[in-house]
C-alpha cells in the first residue's frame, strides 16, 4: 500500500516536536476551560420564536411576495422588530430575499440552497481525493462532516439568512480552487460577498493570493468583480439614505468588541452536530483544526487555513453574542482541518520520539522519507 506524504510536522527536530505538542496540549486545555467558565458564550436556546435575524429576514421575504420592494420591506421591519438602522451595515443588501420573494414559492429558494450545499460536500469529497492521490479515509471523513454545517440550509427558514449562502458559495469557490478551476473560483467568491458583505475579507485574501502567486488574469478578475461589488455597495447605500429617519439609532456599543476566544469558539458551534453537544467539544474541534491547518502545506491546503485564520482572526475583534452565527461563513472549511488532524498528530508524534500511527496509511517506521504534497500549483484563469 502506498504511504501518504508527511504533514508539514515531518520536518520539525525531535525538541521541536516535543514543545509543539505541549503548546497543543496547553491550547486545548485553555479552550476547553474558557468554555465550562463564565466567559464560555453561546446563543443556543436563547432566541425566542419569531425574533432574531432569521425571522426578520423572513418578514422581509413575505413583504416582498406580497408586492413590497425590499427596501420598503426592510425599512419597516428593522424598526418593528427595534433593529438600529443608522448605519448602512445594519441593512442587508437585497439577496437573497428579493430572490426568495420572488420565486413562485419560497420551497424553491430552499431547494436551491440544498443543492448547493449538496455540491459543497461532493466537490469537497473530489478535492479532497484528488490532492491524497489514493485512499478514501479522509474525502469520506470529511464528507461526513460537512453535512453538519450543510444541515442548516435545509432546516426551518433558515434558508432566507445571507450569511449562510455566503458561507455556500465561500465553500464552493474554496473547492473549485482544489479542483484547479480558478475561474470559478473567482465567479462563486464575488457570488458570496454579493449576497454578504461579510465575504469581503475572503475575496481580498483570494485576490492577495494571485498576486503573490503571479497570476495577472485570476488578479484582473477579482479586482474588476469588487470594482463591481463596490458599485453594487454604493448604491444599496443610495437606496437606504432616504429611508433612515432623523432619530435613527445606531449600535450603542459598535461592533469591535474583543469578543476573543470566547466568541471565535462560538462560531466554530455552527455545525448541526456541535450545537447539540456540549460546547468543551467545539473547544476540541476548533483546536484539532487549526492544529491540522498548520501541518497542510500544499497550495490548496494553504488557501484554506488562511481563509479560516483570517476569519478566526476577525471575530476575535469584531461581533457581538448575538453575531454567532458568522460562523457559518467558515463552518465549513473547518471540516478540512479537522480531518488533517490524525495525520498531523501521528507525524507530531514520530517526530518527538514516539511510535503512535493514528493513520493507517501511515507506517509508524519513523525512517519513512519526506516527501513534498501537493507540489503543483493551482492553475490560472482559463
Known sequence: MPSRPPTGYARLAPFQARFVLIVLAVVAVLCVAITLSPLGTTRVGKDSPGEGDVALYWAEVERIRAGEGYYEAAAVELVERGYPTRSVFNWRTPLPMWMIGKLPSPTLGKGLLGLLALAVILLGFEALAREQGHGLGKPVACALLLTGPMMFCVLGDLFVSPGLWAGVFIALSVCAYGLKRP???????????????????????????????????????????????????????????????????????????????????????????????????????????????????????????????????????????????????????????????????????RRAGGSLSLDPSHPADPSHPPCEAGAAQEGSVG
Open 183 to 349: 475561474g470559478w473560483g473567482v465567479a462563486i467568491g464575488l457570488a458570496a460577498v454579493f449576497f454578504r458583505d461579510l465575504a469581503l475579507p475572503y475575496c481580498v485574501l483570494a485576490a492577495g493570493l494571485a498576486w503573490w502567486n503571479k497570476r495577472p488574469r485570476e488578479l484582473a478578475a477579482w479586482i474588476a468583480g469588487l470594482a463591481a461589488w463596490g458599485i453594487f455597495f454604493a448604491w444599496h447605500g443610495a437606496q437606504i439614505a432616504p429611508l433612515v429617519a432623523a432619530d435613527a439609532q445606531a449600535h450603542r456599543e459598535g461592533w469591535v468588541q474583543f469578543g476573543g476566544l470566547p466568541f471565535v469558539i462560538a462560531t466554530v458551534q455552527m455545525t448541526a452536530y456541535l450545537l447539540l453537544l456540549p460546547q468543551w467539544v467545539t473547544a476540541l474541534y476548533f483546536v484539532a483544526a487549526m492544529f491540522g491547518f498548520a501541518g497542510w502545506h500544499t497550495p490548496w491546503g494553504q488557501r484554506v487555513g488562511l481563509t479560516v485564520c483570517l476569519f478566526v482572526l476577525a471575530f476575535g475583534f469584531v461581533g457581538h453574542d448575538f453575531n454567532q452565527y458568522w460562523g457559518s461563513l467558515v463552518a465549513p472549511l473547518l471540516c478540512f482541518g479537522v480531518v488533517r488532524f490524525p495525520a498531523s498528530l501521528n507525524d507530531l508524534w
